[in-house]
């Protein structure tokens, strides 16, 4: 599998992850009784928190194939404006000035790593 197509894949599962821990709205619950571990959690949550889990073991993946000073920052970048824009677009969050100027910063900065000279790997 291309190394691009894990970073999406990555990203999509880290931001799909937190949206449906979101919808889910249940954290779980853990409780011992009769000396017996108990944890529940509805079902959207718990593939809120698959989804989550997929993407941690693909970016242990992704570093190996790049850069950690290039993907980290991409990614995680990457990652905010997604979950910023999902907020707005599914939980009716707001953005304010200071979250469009962040998401400015973020894509300039995803761009001025791009240029050529980037210590990217190949």
């Given amino acids: 599998m291309k190394k691009s197509a894990l ?14 821990m979101k919808v889910g709205s249940n954290t779980g619950t853990l409780s011992i009784v009769d ?21 941690f073991f693909l970016f242990t993946n992704i570093i190996v194939k790049f850069n950690l000073s290039f993907i980290m920052p991409l990614t995680v970048g990457i990652i905010q ?32 790593m791009n240029i050529k000279g980037s210590n990217q790997k190949e």
């Fill in 35 to 55: 000396s017996t571990l108990n944890f529940s959690i509805n079902l959207i949550s718990l593939l809120g928190f698959i989804s989550y889990i997929l993407s």
């Fill in 7 to 20: 970073v999406i894949i990555y990203m999509v599962l880290s931001v799909l992850g937190l949206i449906l």
């Fill in 81 to 112: 404006i997604l979950t910023l824009l999902s907020g707005y677009l599914i939980f009716n969050e707001n953005i304010n000035l200071n979250g469009i100027l962040g998401i400015l910063l973020v894509i300039s900065g995803i761009i001025i």
